[in-house]
């Protein structure tokens, strides 16, 4: 995945900080968004991330593993 893609959430990903529901379980399982970064360095150093892709939903970002998502 690259920085610019389309993609949809395709499994159950529970957050709790999403804006409009905040505090409450909000699922993202269909919701599409936007590849905002894929974090595999740090300062010019490699590291490995459980969470490696952000996506944006408009002003909203969240993490998630590759496996969680499908492109567009």
């Given amino acids: 995945m690259q920085p610019g893609d389309q993609v949809r959430v395709c499994r159950s990903v529970v957050v709790y ?5 905040r505090g409450e379980a909000f699922d993202m399982e269909g919701q599409q968004g936007e590849v905002f970064n894929v974090l595999n ?7 490995s991330p459980t ?3 952000v996506v944006a939903f ?4 969240a ?5 969680e998502l499908a492109t567009v």
């Avoid at 900080?17 to 529901?21: G, M, T, V």
């Avoid at 408009?58 to 970002?61: D, Q, T």
């Fill in 63 to 67: 993490h998630f593993r590759e496996d």
């Fill in 41 to 47: 360095d740090w300062k010019g150093r490699p590291i």
């Fill in 17 to 21: 900080n999403h804006p409009q529901h």
């Fill in 58 to 61: 408009g002003k909203f970002r």
């Fill in 51 to 53: 969470l490696p892709v």
